[in-house]
Structures are given as C-alpha cells and as structure tokens.
C-alpha cells in the first residue's frame, strides 16, 4: 500500500526489486521507519518475458533482495542456516522437481522446446551473455569488465574448444542489448542468438562460464561445475568455481539442497486456476501446460479440414491459426507462408503426408483427447483436450505416432503423476464424454460377464485399425465365439443411438445377453469381468480400471503386454508399460488442455477438477445450434 493518509495503518513498504521507481518506497521506509519488503519474479516465472506474461511465482523478501550481494537476503538466509534443507522428503521432491524440469524443458522463460532448434556439435564452452545493466549484473558484483574478463577466461582455459556466446531472452533489439555482440566473435567463437532451450544447450557443453544470470543455476542442476564471475545466489555453496569470495556464505550444499531453497522453501507460487496459493509441484505441471501450447504450433499457422463449429475453440489450441480449405490449397499457403499445416486426422487424404513431405511442410495431426467433454462432439460440445501429433496420429497403427514413442519412454520413470491421475479419474468415475445414467444390470449368475462397447463404425479408428472384425455385429459374434459360456453385455456407442453416426445392430438383442443403454462405463465396469474391444476407448479406460481387455482390433493401447490380443501387433511395441506408465503418456504426455472457464492452457489435473465441479459444459449458441441439428436431422 501507498497511500499517505493511511500511514497509521501501514506496517511495511512493498517495492519491486531494484528499480529505480522503487526509490521512493525505500526512501518513505527509511523515513518513516517502516518495514521494506521486496518482491521480484521467483526463477520459474513464464513462457514469454515481459509485462504480458505475468509470473507464476514470486520472492517476497523482508531482508533484502536474492539479487544484491551486498546484504544477506531471506534466500541467503534459509540456504546458510535452515534445518529443512536435511530433510529427506523435502531433497527427494526437490531430486524429483530437478528430473521433471530437465525432461520438459522447463527454465525461467520457455520459448522453445527441448531440440527445437540445431545445437552446435558438443563439446563447446558455453559462456552466457546477460541483458545489458540488469539489476542483477549491477547488483551482483559485476560490470561490463566482468563479462570482458570472463570471455578471456573462457577462451585461454579452452584452447581449443569452441566458445559459444548465449544471448539472454529479451537481447533483440539496440534497446535490449546484451554485453557480447558479433563483434566479439572470431574463428572459434560463435553468438548464439537463437532461443535454444537451455536444458539442450547444457547438455552439449564442455564447460560453462556466467556471471549472474540464473543459467549457471540450470548448469548446477544439469551436473555442471559453472565459472562464475558475479556473486549470484547460487554462487559460493561449494557448487561452483567462483572469482569473487562470498565469506557470509559459509554452508556446503548439494545441488538438490539449493534447490530446495531456491524453489521450494523461498518463494511463493499461484495457481491462477483456484486462485490460491499452491506447490512448487503443481506450478510445475501449469508452466508446463503452458509451454506446450506455446511449443505446439507457431502462431497463424495453416489449418484445414476443420468444422467451423469447432473453430472458437481450435483457435486457443492452434494458436490462432488461418483456415484454408481444401487441403491441398492449405498445403500450398503453408508452404508460401513457410508455416506448419494443421489438419483434422480423421479427415486427411491419403495422399496429403507425402505432398506435405515434399514440399518440406510439417504436418501436424489433429484429433480430440482421451478426457475430452461432458457431452459427444457429434451434439457439438467443444473437446477441452486434443492431441497434436507431427509424427502419426494415435489411431493408426500403419506408422509410428507421438503417442508411441511417449508410451516407450515412460517405461523409463516411475510415473507417479500418471497413477495419481488414474486414480481421481476413477475415483469420479469421469470417461471420454462424461455421459451420466443409472441402468443398473440385472442380479449376476455364475457366468463370466463380457462388456462389449458398441463402436461408430465408420469412424477413423475402425477404418485405421480393424483388421478382420469391422462391425458391432462381427464383435459380438467373435466375442461369443472367443467366450462362448459368458454373459455378454453389449452397450452401443452414444453417438449411434443418438441417430447421429453409423453403428445401429438390429439382432443385438440374438447377439448379446444384456443390451444395455444408459449406464455410465465407470458404473458397468464395476459390475463385469471383462471388456471386448476392437479399437474403443473404452478399452483404455477398462484398463485403467484395472480389467482385462480382449482386443480384435490394433488400438493405442493394445501391443504392449496389457491387453489379450486377438490379432498381430505393430512389431515396433516392444515396450512394456505398467498400467501407470501408460496412463501417464496418454493422458499426461499426449494432449493439449484448455481450461474451460479460464480458457487458459492448464494440466490434466485442472480438467479432472473442472469436470468432477461440473463445470465446462455446452456453450449456449452451441447448445441452440445442436437442438436446430437434430429438428432438421442434419
């Protein structure tokens, strides 16, 4: 608060950093012997710089500022002195938090992905430029002779190494300028303008040097020993070589220690989703969400084949993109605009990945997620989660998708996100559509019980992948001849029994044992044994219930020694994930997720809770829209 009729109210002064129109506060403080507090963004804060991209956390400091060497800081404080720093719980989240960074690619700014752009070949020095007079390089013990002096230190400690000059993120005009320029390059030594994720740059360097810039905190945590010229916080904990002495500093740290103070105990994160206060954990997972809506696709990029009911919600996904139709005309403005083109995968021709291949355009697939609404894209409810995918698209098995490759590397982690994340599915008994009912099935005999969930049998993933079985009717005859003493229960698909897609079995009732209609999958699948499948969802969610699934079909979720296979498999599944593991790729690692109220990026987690508030629901002139679609039948 500043406000001068209320100073008999006031106890401290709040200033932002070090900025000069920060002086009056310190000055009123000083006067009137009040309390200072700063505040400054925490290092995690956005995917872009600047005022439009508010940070998702921040240091509130009552004793200085992290910054400022010349006085101790609350920071500086915890890092010499706080007993929690050996606490084993507290180093395993922060161990844990460090692992998830560096594999998403998370810093401070988040710009670019992880191998979103070419590296030099490794083995070079990495010597980190700043912006030029940031409070940080003037506070920090360092001037533009530091930055001088570093770079001969780099190249007559390397010889014969390359020297790599990374620009800072906000370095792109004369009035944002950095201390290194193209003038300091020579025969071996390079300026890398590009925004490179700084996980990727690490990971090729030899040696890294800085001065004050929080990369040479990223280095510690990439298991670099950092050169540093400045007096950063992290600088004199005995994790880095340092040419200026901090002798307040008196504690040894381990990397997970510093950051357990830097980004657990210090700062102060928000969701924007709750409006509250929240971990370091779950800031994580919402700066992640961000970052790859961010990294998805370039803003106005090409889409195609894209119903223009779905538009005001594709544009949040897409990044703004430009509709072109047909798609071959799409093709032709990505390429003039040197732009990706984003097409709805169920609608793409044939030949379409082999023009776009030629004409050197990346094609970007598109489909609605697995948690994706509560209500069917056939009644026009807007998906609150779809997959991007440049590789394959997950319902076709005739080549590799994104999906695949996210299901073989999570075999390599633990995956606890993903098992929490199945558990508060199951536990709201939430599906793909999130369609209530209450049939109950009739009192059970002594016979297994089969759910055969009904498919739309011209949609993409029965034209992709089935194999010999194509059609409800065919399922049900193969499931009573694979189980021919069991009960089987069939329940067809809702947009089927709506009239609106193809499907209908007119001898169900000769097929199966039970037809059911209106019951909930969470409800039906506590009260059977098994499901057959030939490629539904509804097989991954039994899955993820913990039942046996018999497929007849090659789903995403069929190959990797989970499923009864009843056909061959893509060769290329050799993994073996855990039930968790698979959950986590599919519904952690795969889609994009748009809050329905924020309209905002958000994780998976968000959508669970939005969905069990029974929020998000049918936009209003979609709901007037749908009831016109089914008056005429269209």
Not at 275 to 284: F, G, N, P
Not at 592 to 599: E, G, M, S, V
Request: charged share 20%.
């Amino acid at each position: 608060i500043y406000a001068p009729l209320a100073w008999g109210y006031v106890d401290a002064i709040g200033v932002w950093g070090r900025k000069p129109s920060g002086k009056r506060g310190q000055l009123a403080a000083m006067r009137r012997k009040l309390a200072l507090v700063t505040i400054e963004d925490a290092f995690l804060r956005s995917v872009e710089p600047g005022r439009k991209a508010p940070p998702l956390g921040i240091m509130v400091d009552a004793i200085g500022v992290h910054f400022d060497a010349a006085q101790p800081s609350t920071l500086e404080n915890c890092l010499n002195t706080d007993p929690r720093l050996d606490d084993p719980q507290l180093l395993s989240r922060a161990t844990h938090a460090v692992r998830f960074m560096q594999r998403v690619g998370l810093s401070k700014y988040n710009r670019a992905a992880r191998g979103a752009f070419a590296l030099p070949k490794p083995g070079y020095v990495l010597v980190i430029d700043q912006s030029h007079n940031d409070a940080s390089v003037q506070f920090g013990g360092a001037d533009e002779h530091t930055f001088r002096q570093m770079l001969a230190a780099a190249r007559a400690e390397h010889p014969a190494c390359q020297i790599v000059l990374r620009s800072h993120p906000v370095v792109n005009n004369a009035r944002n300028r950095g201390y290194f320029s193209n003038q300091d390059c020579d025969e071996r030594t390079i300026l890398w303008p590009h925004p490179s994720n700084p996980w990727d740059l690490l990971e090729g360097a030899k040696a890294v040097y800085c001065v004050t810039s929080q990369l040479g905190f990223e280095a510690i945590l990439a298991g670099h020993r950092p050169q540093v010229f400045g007096k950063p916080f992290f600088a004199g904990w005995g994790l880095s070589d340092d040419r200026q002495a901090m002798p307040r500093r008196q504690r040894q740290l381990s990397a997970a220690q510093l950051f357990a103070g830097a980004m657990i105990l210090a700062p102060v994160w928000h969701d924007p989703f709750t409006k509250s206060l929240c971990s370091l954990e779950r800031a994580l997972h919402i700066l992640e969400a961000r970052a790859r809506a961010h990294w998805a696709l370039p803003k106005r990029s090409i889409a195609t084949k894209m119903r223009r009911w779905k538009r005001r919600s594709l544009n949040g996904f897409l990044n703004t993109p430009i509709y072109r139709d047909p798609p071959d005309m799409a093709l032709a403005n990505a390429m003039r605009e040197k732009k990706p083109l984003a097409i709805w995968a169920s609608q793409m021709p044939p030949s379409l990945a082999r023009m776009a291949n030629n004409a050197g355009v990346r094609l970007v697939r598109v489909e609605d997620g697995f948690l994706r609404s509560i209500g069917l894209g056939a009644r026009l409810v807007p998906a609150q989660s779809l997959v991007l995918d440049d590789l394959g698209i997950y319902f076709d098995p005739a080549s590799p998708s994104r999906l695949e490759q996210m299901i073989t590397d999570a075999t390599t982690r633990p995956c606890a996100r993903g098992a929490a994340l199945r558990q508060s599915i199951l536990a709201a008994k939430l599906s793909k559509y999130n369609l209530g009912g209450d049939d109950a099935l009739p009192a059970r005999d002594e016979r297994m019980r089969i759910l055969v969930p009904g498919q739309v049998e011209d949609d993409a993933s029965i034209r992709c992948g089935a194999v010999d079985i194509r059609t409800n009717a065919a399922l049900l005859q193969a499931t009573r001849n694979a189980f021919p003493e069991a009960c089987i229960i069939y329940k067809p698909h809702p947009d089927v029994l709506a009239g609106l897609r193809k499907g209908a079995v007119p001898n169900a009732a000769a097929l199966a044992d039970i037809i059911v209609e209106n019951a909930a999958p969470a409800t039906l699948f506590a009260q059977v044994d098994r499901v057959a499948t030939i490629t539904s969802l509804m097989g991954f969610e039994a899955l993820l219930a913990g039942l046996p699934v018999t497929c007849f079909g090659q789903p995403f979720y069929a190959g990797w020694g989970l499923t009864d296979d009843h056909v061959d498999m893509p060769a290329r599944r050799t993994a073996r994930p855990t039930v968790d593991q698979l959950a986590e790729a599919a519904l952690v690692d795969y889609p994009l997720y748009r809050d329905p109220i924020t309209r905002q990026p958000c994780p998976p987690e968000v959508l669970v809770e939005r969905m069990i508030a029974g929020q998000g629901r049918q936009p209003i002139y979609l709901r007037a829209l749908s009831k016109l679609q089914r008056l005429l039948h269209i």
